[in-house]
């Protein structure tokens, strides 16, 4: 993303203290390499250091039960037995990495959904027919729902927002804000489970079996909190957007849209037209049918899908294979809406949907290799045990090991975000070593993750690292030709404070006043086994 221009700007002696510190993250943020470099570097770090504090003995006391008396040391690989680890692993650390396969899984299914033309029409549909006193609590929540397809709510509804406020006689900046505020701040919260959470389960599996071997994180095990997130963040989005945003934007001045601006260029402002109705309909039909198939496997008793063994859901073929029924309701009547809207007649069609949706995520394959061998890296190694165990014995020592330490942990996902704007990148770095830190002062792996998606989440619209910052500073400067940087992060900033304190409030009531769990079949607590 360039830089704005100077004269966009106010002088720096001008402007307050956090737009100088925002200024300085950015700063920062631009001297960061790559994340895919930066994984690189990082697994070379790695295997030095490894080598280094091998020779040093470092080591800590195994604090798992059995094992007492015993030491925990680092594993040198720049020894023999290292480099052979590397030599033999390289190829299978990549390759039954866990966010792989169910990432590429997912999002083929969603592809066809998205390629066929349903996605975009259902956030339509949504936006557009909503009255005027609901449209802005509506496009928060389309917002929030539309991270399920990936970059299609930055592209299309942030943009259509602008838009239909424009239309209605209100600030398009507000309408612009409200979306993304949804979209990006909302990034976590969902009413489905979606490509992101086999994604971080992936990371958050990997992380806690640093600590417990046969540890598994289901994509299902924040379904509870982000299916309630989904309704706060609208909540709280409407509020912010019309008691604070607009009205500290005031009346829109035609004057300050940019004449060279073309309005229309990327998104359809009408209406539904007829075979987009039926398309939808069919559809929806389709996807009623699919659950009402998945309810007979798993709603009896005896049911297919239930645990064999247990007879309960928890533990389940069902649960286990999430990410397949994730593919089937998305590509079924995604295929069903192209049928019928006539974009997608043959095979072909379906397959061209797929082999497209896949060529977007070469980057994505790239970035896994690289944090995977970091990931495997920093377990073989001992790194992580060893700084979880001596990161555990601190918060013991402080006696910070209460429910207040997950406002610290979200606090510093908050921060770290604002240098790391892709999820999957700054959990892949911090997983290891927080998740069996908070493991072993008692908490469970699926309630961390679901601490870290909102500290990940809320500082999005903040930081000119998040990937798609530029895109909606484009669309923003079309409505305010003089726009910077320092003006977009000023209307967001309302947006990020409030997200914050709502959704930890809701976290600690949910979690610890009410105590329900994160997900289907999710601890909240954690005791190693052996552990009295």
Known sequence: MSAPNSQNNPPMEQRGWFTKFLDGVEWLGNLLPHPITLFALFAVFVVVASGVASFFGLSVADPRPGNEGEMIAVNSLLSGEGLRYIVSNLVTNFTEFPPLGVVLVAILGVGIAERSGLLEAMMRGMVMNASPRMVTLTIVFTGVVSNTASELGYVVLVPLAAMIFHSLGRHPLAGLAAAFAGVSAGYSANLFIGTVDPLLAGFTTSAAQLIDPDYVVGAEMNWYFMFVSTFLIAILGAFVTEKIVEPKLGRYNPSEMDPDADIDANVRMEKLQPLEKKGLAFAGLTFVALLAILAFTIIPADGVLRNQETGEIARSPFLNGIVVFIFITFAIPGFVYGYVTQKMRTDRDVIDAMAKTMSTMGLYIVLVFFAAQFVAFFGWSNFGTILAVNGANFLQAINLTGPGVFVLFILMCAFVNLMIGSASAQWAVTAPIFVPMLMLIGYAPELIQAAYRIGDSVTNIITPMMSYFGLILAVAAR?????????????????????????????????????????????TYYSMPGAQ
Not at 502 to 515: E, H, Q, R
């Open 479 to 523: 409505y305010q030709k003089n726009l910077g940087i320092g003006t977009l992060i000023a209307i967001m900033l309302p947006y990020t404070m409030i997200f914050f304190v709502g959704w930890v409030t809701l976290f600690y009531v949910w979690v610890f006043a009410l105590g329900l769990p994160v997900g289907p079949g999710a601890a």
